[in-house]
């Protein structure tokens, strides 16, 4: 059993379709990152959430941390080509900053 | 460039043949990061640094993985002995404040 279950785990759509995305976990977790990775490329850091209940916008995505801070969600409305990649969240594991638990990511392609 | 700079890109490498990947992280990261991403996965880590003193290695694998970061600059992830398994995107990493910074990763391929 993974730490973080992500699903789904591929997301194919069509350019201005709204999709949702998930993470869930049965662990509690002080804090959540979101990283987006595309193809030949590191992950990038969207967004870290770190209160229950917890909403953030990042121009068409929006990011939500549960109320038991053991799941989350990344919601992107009208969805662009430029959005395809592979979506993961991760948490901090262990007392080693930066040391991070991925899962294994949402593969979203967005076609024009 | 201002970002994390690896290499090589990609590698290919015969059963048995000892490897080593290239990390040049931001400069002025003190923290410096080893990620193992195998195909469908998400990345794992492997080993971090800070400056030169290799705090935590808990995630290498196995013996034949070594990391070193000697002038608390540049890293080198060596992997000896290279096995099919070993097959996967080493990803570095440098962070100042914690916040991490990835590289594009090096693509290793064992034949």
């Known amino acids: 059993t993974q730490l973080l279950e992500q699903s789904p785990q591929f997301l194919s759509i069509q350019e201005g379709e709204n999709l949702t995305v998930y993470c869930n976990s049965s662990s509690v977790f002080s804090s959540l990152q979101w990283y987006r990775q595309e193809p030949g490329e590191g992950p990038v850091l969207l967004v870290t959430?770190?209160?229950?209940?917890e909403v953030k916008k990042l121009k068409r995505l929006t990011f939500q941390f549960g109320d038991a801070r053991k799941d989350s969600s990344l919601h992107i409305t009208a969805a662009q080509p430029g959005d395809t990649g592979l979506y993961l969240c991760a948490v901090l594991r262990g007392s080693t900053l930066g040391r991070l638990y991925f899962g294994r990511g949402t593969q979203l392609t967005v076609w024009p | 460039g201002a970002g994390v700079s690896q290499s090589p890109r990609y590698k290919v490498a015969k059963r048995g043949q000892d490897v080593a990947l290239r990390c040049d992280p931001i400069?002025?990261?003190?923290?410096l990061f080893w990620y193992q991403q195998a195909l469908g996965q998400g990345p794992e880590f492997l080993t971090y640094?800070?400056?030169?003193?290799?705090?935590?290695k808990s995630g290498l694998p196995s013996d034949r993985f070594f990391a070193e970061r000697p002038e608390g600059s540049v890293s080198t992830l060596k992997i000896q002995r290279t096995q099919q398994e070993d097959s996967a995107v080493y990803l570095c990493a440098s962070s100042l404040t914690g916040e991490l910074f990835f590289g594009e990763g090096s693509r290793l391929t064992v034949l």
């Open positions: 959430v770190v209160t229950g209940g």
């Open positions: 640094f800070q400056n030169e003193a290799q705090l935590d």
């Open positions: 400069s002025g990261h003190v923290s």
